[in-house]
């Protein structure tokens, strides 16, 4: 078996190719002119005498040297909270990725939040949607739904919340060490900035209308904050059933939960290669709006070629390392490398694939503007597609496309 380089260097000497030879020696470098380390013929071509930041070049050996494959110029699909600076109050910090930075991520923007024991992200409502995975430690929400039922509740890492639009809300850390979770927006714009405080509406009312609304003199407001809080160092909570029954006070509770479980619930797919897990409004009934999948993918796994036909992904790195490439028509395909705590973003549509190229688990969650999760396996449609039609493509015979899984697996282990 001759190597590509091989070819290639028969090829630059301007020896005769065979008609196979001269197929062979465009696999895997397709396009004109040709891309890619492996067509450089002298050692000026893959040195880089410029200004260096080793560190940061060391994260991104695919964006250094791309695969020969690689082709056009899709935008940065790639961000990180871990760049993003933070906002540091008593009690936590915040920072957040939205489209002003990222000007990809249209239809989700991100916020990483942690708060201390007892730090609490103030009563607040918004313009969108909320959704949140935690990531870290135990927290107690607090919603109220849009008929007047209370919810309280403590999630743990894994567990999921979710707030309609104009709900009101509110986030404490618990014991022992607080938390860390990132949220997400149903809106690439959306701001945890700029929210609308519980404090800064009481400080902007004239007391005497505060007196009438809530039926009391107006020197009960004489010592509300003048400056808004958002998050703050409160004392912990006590147990929650205590919460719950003091937060009831003549209503009904909210039949259905704003938090669900995603890391514990049963997989949608499991094999070597890793597994996935789903929450959307079939199994997350409050989540109209967003939908999830959160991926683990063993060492050396991919997560199998595929696209959504629904909304953009939006992703979150949670640990390990991964080799994400995407492909849009043009051709165009790009490859990016991702880390814990970086953001990934696929258009709706665009294919894409992601390897576990560490030594360690890959987890990554994949969070979607859809209240239903979809996705289209490229080898479940090409299972399901009369074999003649799709070997008569790609120059493969029958007999090897009926070894291929017809099952849209979701993970490929390492071969
Ligand atoms: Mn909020
Ligand atoms: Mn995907």
């Given at each position: 078996m001759f190597s590509r380089r091989d070819l290639l260097a028969v090829s630059a000497a301007g020896a005769v190719m065979t008609a196979s030879a001269a197929s062979a020696a465009s696999f895997g470098n397709p396009d004109q002119p040709p891309q890619g380390a492996?067509?450089?013929?002298?050692?000026g071509n893959l040195t880089d005498p410029g200004p260096q930041n080793p560190a940061i070049a060391g994260q991104f050996p695919s964006s250094q040297s791309p695969p020969a494959t690689h082709i056009g110029g899709l935008p940065l699909d790639w961000a990180s909270f871990n760049i993003a600076p933070k906002r540091i109050q008593n009690g936590g910090w915040a920072r957040q990725v939205t489209q002003a930075d990222f000007a990809i991520s249209e239809e989700i923007s991100g916020v990483n939040m942690r708060l201390t024991a007892g730090g609490i992200r103030e009563l607040h409502w918004h313009q969108a949607a909320e959704w949140a995975i935690m990531t870290y430690g135990n927290c107690r929400v607090t919603v109220l739904d849009v008929h007047g039922r209370p919810y309280v509740a403590d999630v743990k890492a894994g567990d999921l919340w979710y707030f309609p639009a104009g709900a009101p809300h509110s986030l404490q850390g618990l014991g022992p060490d607080g938390c860390e979770f990132v949220i997400c927006f149903d809106?690439?714009?959306?701001?945890?900035?700029n929210t609308l405080l519980l404090s800064d509406w009481f400080a902007h009312t004239p007391p005497e209308v505060l007196a009438k609304n809530f039926g009391?003199?107006?020197?009960?407001?004489?010592?509300?904050?003048?400056?808004?809080?958002w998050i703050f160092q409160g004392t912990l909570p006590g147990d929650l059933a205590a919460d719950r029954k003091a937060a009831g006070r003549n209503a009904s509770a909210a039949p259905h939960p704003f938090v669900f479980s995603l890391a514990s619930s049963p997989p949608t797919k499991q094999n070597a290669g890793g597994d996935v897990r789903v929450a959307d409004s079939s199994n997350f009934t409050v989540s109209t709006s967003i939908s999830a999948a959160l991926v683990t993918v063993r060492p050396g796994g991919v997560r199998e070629m595929h696209w959504h036909p629904n909304a953009d992904e939006w992703q979150y790195y949670i640990k390990g390392k991964a080799r994400m490439t995407v492909f849009n028509t043009g051709p165009n395909a790009r490859t990016t490398d991702f880390t814990a705590g970086d953001i990934g973003y696929v258009k709706r549509n665009f294919g894409h694939y992601v390897e576990n190229i560490g030594d360690t688990d890959l987890q990554f969650i994949g969070v979607f503007r859809a209240s239903r999760y979809e996705e289209v396996s490229l080898t479940n449609w090409l299972t399901h597609t009369p074999p003649a039609l799709v070997a008569q493509h790609l120059n493969i015979d029958e007999a090897t496309i009926a070894k291929?899984?017809?099952?849209?697996?979701?993970l490929m282990p390492k071969s």
């Open positions: 492996v067509n450089a013929r002298g050692p809106d690439g714009k959306a701001n945890e900035f009391v003199p107006a020197e009960t407001f004489a010592k509300i904050p003048l400056q808004n809080l291929w899984p017809d099952n849209a697996p979701g």
